[in-house]
């Protein structure tokens, strides 16, 4: 059997993931994806199959992507989804390991009074 390379392995742990976790619209997911340019986040109706806000470093035309700019992306869609009125929230990591910049970002999330 062959070594899975670090895509593969991302995306088998991304399905095993979505397998459980959908967003509606009183609860939307909220979905990060790193690039080695950026860090992106969007939240989702998986009903409708519509994203409701999204931000990233590209928005906010921060350079680099490093754990400051995840925190800074993290505050700001904490921001939208709480004047968007949204209490809750469910958070799909998207196949990647909760540490660094996905744990950083959530956490600033939270910061906003967010709960997931």
Request: charged share 30%; proline share 1%; no cysteine.
């Amino acid at each position: 059997m062959a070594k899975l390379t670090k895509a593969q392995a991302r995306r088998k742990k991304q399905l095993r993931i979505r397998k459980k976790v959908s967003g509606t619209e009183s609860t939307p997911r909220l979905s990060v994806f790193k690039s080695n340019k950026g860090f992106y986040a969007q939240l989702i109706n998986d009903e409708t199959g519509k994203t409701i806000l999204s931000s990233s470093t590209k928005v906010l035309k921060l350079t680099g992507n490093n754990v400051e700019n995840a925190v800074k992306v993290g505050t700001d869609l904490g921001e939208k989804i709480r004047k968007a009125g949204v209490k809750s929230l469910v958070f799909d990591r998207s196949g990647y390991i909760y540490h660094g910049k996905v744990k950083a970002f959530a956490d600033a999330v939270r910061e906003t009074g967010i709960e997931f």
